[in-house]
């Protein structure tokens, strides 16, 4: 959500993820990009080699937000 | 990817939606924002992932239903706890936050708390389990230093208690 905030935190491991806020784990209906997400973080547990390492999950906002609108219209939850 | 480059030649940096927050909340309340001055050591995985037991922790505000909602608009914030069984079904939760858009959480809880994923990473073996409950609070909470010595202390006893071996933490 806020990198400069995750810095200022110094976590020992985090992941950024660029998105807007209330969507951590992505869009709604997604469960592929849930689960990278939650995937991202394991494997930066396993692989850190020093405190304070913050991966970035490479997926634009806009991205997340059109691949969710497309999985929406599949399920009819949308026009 | 949103990407930004100073110039410089450096690695690019990705663009926030929201750049300047620290400073900008920081500037208006002062003292309100998290500023650590170090590193704490990187603590080891002792085990493989598949025989580690998961504990999230969320400042969702998600809760069960029917448990003592968050005090949303206490000036200074509310540094109280919940325990979320991880069996619960979405619909046996609710949200009590007011500082981030729920809309799409009303709609899929997994985009801020994500039961369903995290159940079926341990039904695949990925992790090893789930810890019998995980811990949300607000994440409106003005002073830190405060929730430093009483609500993640108190999170972080309740959590070893359980034996968790990982954590995955997540605002919201």
Request: glycine share 8%; proline share 9%; net charge negative.
């Amino acid at each position: 959500m806020a990198l400069d905030v995750t810095e200022h935190a110094k976590p020992p491991r985090a992941v950024f993820l660029p998105w807007m806020m209330g969507h951590h784990f992505g869009v709604p209906f997604h469960r592929d990009l849930q689960r990278r997400v939650i995937l991202e973080c394991l494997d930066h547990l396993v692989s850190a080699e020093r405190s304070g390492e913050v991966r970035t999950l490479p997926i634009p906002w806009v991205q997340a937000r059109k691949e969710g609108i497309e999985i929406e219209r599949r399920l009819g939850l949308r026009p | 990817m949103t990407e930004t480059s100073d110039g410089g030649g450096g690695p690019p940096r990705v663009a926030q939606l929201r750049p300047g927050l620290w400073d900008t909340v920081n500037e208006r309340y002062p003292g309100s924002m998290i500023d650590k001055a170090d590193f704490v050591p990187l603590a080891p995985l002792r085990k493989p992932l598949s025989e580690c037991r998961l504990v999230f922790i969320s400042t969702s505000g998600v809760q069960p239903k029917g448990s003592m909602p968050f005090d949303t608009v206490h000036p200074v914030g509310d540094y109280s706890f919940r325990r979320v069984p991880s069996a619960s079904r979405p619909d046996e939760l609710e949200i009590h936050q007011l500082k981030y858009p729920t809309a799409s959480a009303n709609r899929d809880l997994n985009v801020i708390f994500p039961l369903d994923r995290l159940r079926e990473l341990a039904d695949e073996g990925v992790i090893g389990g789930l810890a019998e409950n995980f811990y949300t609070f607000i994440g409106y909470n003005m002073d830190p230093e405060r929730l430093e010595r009483t609500l993640a202390e108190d999170i972080a006893a309740a959590v070893s208690e359980e034996g968790a071996d990982i954590a995955l933490a997540a605002p919201a």
